[in-house]
């Protein structure tokens, strides 16, 4: 089955240091797409990164980087130099032939971040 | 530039009743993607419409359909609402089906009473 798993329901950081968001995921496809996207309060889903299988360098956006293991199948986000508007949901999704098709996206639970001054 | 726009934002709904939610993509985005997100978990797929056709669809029920219009809006139905249903739909759209980045819109918080 396709699935992703963030074992993390909560983290925490303070403000300006780096933190990891932990995400593996299982598909038999071949060819597949890793997102990762953040949820603030109002609930809109604000696309952050994306990685695809055969990428062979990490993806990179910004103070966003995706530590991407593809024997291990896992897909960790690292943000650098939190800051106090980086507190909220962040959810890791995948996509692919078997896990729907292209069109769709398999999310995770999510893991709440909060940021400390 | 507008982004994705839901509405209403909120509804409350009793079980049995009908509701349809409405979705306006983000300018020269031609295809929509409908999210259910139930509290604390994260979002299922519901369908998606491109071409004013529905082309692929997740593993909810008949009671769940769809539109698109024209100018690319979508409208999600829901009949015979029950509690169950309650949760925060989400609409995404993008340019084609399958891009890599689909943008979201804030949602519609549906409770069913």
């Known amino acids: 089955a396709q699935k992703i798993t963030q074992t993390q329901p909560g983290m925490f950081v303070q403000e300006k240091e780096a933190v990891t968001l932990d995400c593996t995921y299982d598909?038999?496809?071949?060819?597949?797409?890793l997102f990762w996207y953040k949820q603030p309060s109002s609930g809109e889903m604000i696309f952050l990164i994306y990685q695809g299988s055969y990428d062979e360098q990490n993806a990179t956006e910004g103070r966003y980087s995706l530590n991407f293991q593809k024997a291990r199948k896992s897909a960790n986000l690292v943000i650098s130099a939190s800051q106090l508007g980086d507190s909220a949901m962040y959810f890791c999704a995948m996509r692919g032939a078997l896990s729907g098709g292209y069109n769709k996206l398999i999310f995770g639970a999510g893991t709440r971040l909060a940021v400390h001054p | 530039d507008a982004g994705v726009t839901q509405s209403p934002t909120h509804l409350i709904k009793t079980r049995g009743q009908q509701v349809t939610l409405r979705c306006s993509p983000k300018?020269?985005?031609?295809?929509v993607s409908w999210y259910q997100q139930a509290l604390g978990q994260g979002p299922q797929f519901i369908f998606q419409y491109y071409e004013e056709e529905e082309r692929q669809r997740g593993n909810f029920p008949d009671r769940f359909s769809g539109h698109q219009f024209p100018n690319y809006s979508s409208e999600l139905n829901v009949n015979a609402l029950l509690l169950g249903d309650s949760a925060l739909y989400l609409c995404a759209s993008s340019l084609g089906p399958g891009s890599t980045e689909a943008f979201f819109g804030q949602g519609t918080r549906l409770t069913v009473v």
């Open positions: 300018s020269g985005h031609d295809t």
């Open positions: 598909t038999s496809d071949q060819s597949y797409g």
